[in-house]
């Protein structure tokens, strides 16, 4: 060992006895404050120095209670005095001093240029802070009783470990653009490099950090939390920017306390309250390391239990608090904190320092032999020593303090132009003696390198590294002690969807139950059901109301519900779009049934007709009734029964077209018949009067014209519409929500009207016709039955129209197969039922003689 490092261990290892001996006391006696003012905690002259080309200044919070003397007006300021021994931080000043040493005696980063440095005790104040700054900058130093003054400027200053102390420092420190790293302070507000533009820091802003908290939560269903916050810059910020992320995530604070060292033990005891009678079963605690040590203290007073802990990185893996103690409060505690990292060679070096200022005693002689007072043995016991000094197996913050020295080197290594020469990679540095603080500031904002552990080192344009945290997992170990197990990690640097991940190890959660708390304020709503909010309570807090016809939602608590597409609706738990029911007037269904088998009996009773009627087509009574109209009316009637089957049956564009014009023309086909019998009895009757040759005129030739002219006005309408815009099958789903209606659209209505109105005028003129012959002497009787039948047709068809219009889904169908059927069936009883009764049941009426009796007993 060189012998610069064997007399820095001398002088540590002499430091840390009188450090244990005096260091945590309050106060000291007039003539003793002159011999050891040098090794007290304040901030007006450094705790450990050492001088060199560079001078690295660091300011950490040696102690952390600060004793404030009474302000006179008539005697000067006494010097502030610190307690209360910080074995964590005084690791990040041994780290800072080993990183320093190594940089030292490195031959490849600032070679032959050695770094000194002045190290302050902040005393975790904000005043102390400014102090420790005021003195680095300044080169003021107080030695054994007297003050002097000389210009000992450091080029970089490192520190300190809160963000409040941080803030003081660079108020005073930024105006000269001197720049500050930071190993511990994490507010989000420091990364404003508008006002801070001289500020860099090792550790991830906590805006990544309370992000990332926010995640976790959300990760494990708990939108229902309670927090509690540092009144500070650290906590303040970090909780305001994990509130906002949180209410992105769908979380909601059920309450938001702070608390600080510096407030009354009631206000920590009301805290408490607050916790205990709160309905949140996770606590989110942004707190420094002294506001959580009262918190807690108060916690086991009030034996609050049952609550899972989520923690901020600056307690999570504090293993003060790790102890048996704590356990069944903070055991199952999660929380995100930096990386952990090794430093070769820090673990022998600190070992030693503690082993000798613990036990009083050394393991070297002095440079002339003597011995420095009692020689460690090697034997002395740990057993009833309990503290974190030599615990560099979670190296995170002592890291950071590793990686800031090392930048530091870096951007005066790149300033200095160091450069190598020849293959031996021999190396000097240009020397200047005056750097201008913005140089070091540029350097330091292009520094990239990567450490002997493989960790690239490097700042973002906000003075910040690259935001990367370990998710801790305060687990009990088989010998029953606390240990921090890794279960998750957040990478800030990856896609949104992918920065939390869960590594699959299994997570100890709050003592109280052995399985994953639930913190809600309202049950969480099924499937099928939406939130809704009640009025007055935060988001978080909602109803269940099931979703309405329709709509959908298929995961629980679903803010609203979705609506099902055109062609689908929604099952009777409202959880899934099912395709709507598809209605039309089919076979298989009962009024289908019935329409057809009316139908086909209507057909085939006419076709039982036409046989009748042929068989006997030589009898008076068929001659009289005009045999040739008779069958062609009964061919009409057929076809009209048959024509009601086309409207039965799922709608297709063929179906469409012809349901419509076979109905159309074969009505026309029909009422032409009965208008050429009508005609044929008037003109009978006339051309039975005396003189009257009217019967030439309108013989069997000209009836059979008659029937093909009004049918062919009918077949032109019909191509009409089927050439200009034709009936087609469509899917209502206007007229019922939850199913579809498949029908034939009319494609015109004009025509369709058009259609009717010309079967509509047909059968009007018919009637008029037979009704003006209906009191025609009784052998020409057959126009009182065609007057019945077309007022039964006429009275079918304008009942129709209303309802038609009226009927819904497949009613509409029915109606008009109804018309169709029943005015077919009209037509059928009124004009050949009375002839079937007297051919088959009357025979002995059906002779030439009785109609001509008839006709003689009536004459004048």
Known sequence: MCMCARVFQMFASVYLMFLFMFGVMGAFGAEEEAALCWMLGSPEFPLLSKEGDIIIGGAFSIHTQIAKPLLSFTDPPKRLICSRFNFREFRFVQTMIFAIEQINNSTSLLPNVPIGYKIFDSCSSTVSATRAVMALMNGQERTLGKNCSSKSSVHAIIGTSDSSSTIAMLQTSGIFQIPVISHFATCACLSNRREYSSFFRTIPSDYHQSRALAKLVKHFGWTWVGTVRSDSD????GMATFIKAAGQEGVCIEYSEAISRTYPQSQA???VRVIRNGSARVLVAFLAQRDMDMLLEEAMKQNLTGVQWVGSESWITAGHLATKRHLGILIGSLGFTIRKSKIPGLRDSLLREFWETTFGCSFQSSLDGQSQGRQCSGSERLDDIDNTFTDVSELRISNNVYKAVYAVAHAMHNMLKCRHHGEKLNQSCIWRDKFEPVQVLKNLQRV????????RVYFDDYGDPAA???????????TGETVFVTVGSYDALLPNGKQFTMNGINITWAAESLKRPQSVC???CVPGFRQAVIKGKPVCCFSCIACAAGEISNTSDSAECSRCSLEYWSNEDRSLCVPKVVEFLSFEET???????????GASLTLVVSVVFFQFRDTPLIKASNSELSFLLLFSLTLCFLCSLTFIGRPSDWSCMLRHTAFGITFVLCISCVLGKTIVVLMAFRATLPGSNVMKWFGPAQQRLSVLAFTLI?????ILWLTVNPPFPFKNMEHHKEKIILECALGSPIWFWAVLGYIGLLAMLCFILAFLARKLPDNFNEAKFITFSMLIFCAVWITFIPAYVSSPGKFTVAVEIFAILASSYGLLFCIFVPKCFIIVLKPELNTKKHLMGKTHSKSP
Do not use: K
Not at 448 to 455: A, K, R
Not at 468 to 478: A, E, G, K, V
Not at 591 to 601: E, I, K, N, V, Y
């Open 714 to 718: 009918q077949v032109v309408i019909c």
């Open 468 to 478: 990367m945290y370990d998710l801790m997992n305060w687990q009990r170990s088989p």
């Open 269 to 271: 005891a009301r805290v």
């Open 234 to 237: 650290y906590g303040n910020n």
């Open 448 to 455: 990239n390198f990567t450490l002997h552990s493989g960790e």
């Open 591 to 601: 009024m289908g049934t019935l329409l057809t088998a009316l139908s086909l009996f």
């Open 522 to 524: 309202s049950e969480s």
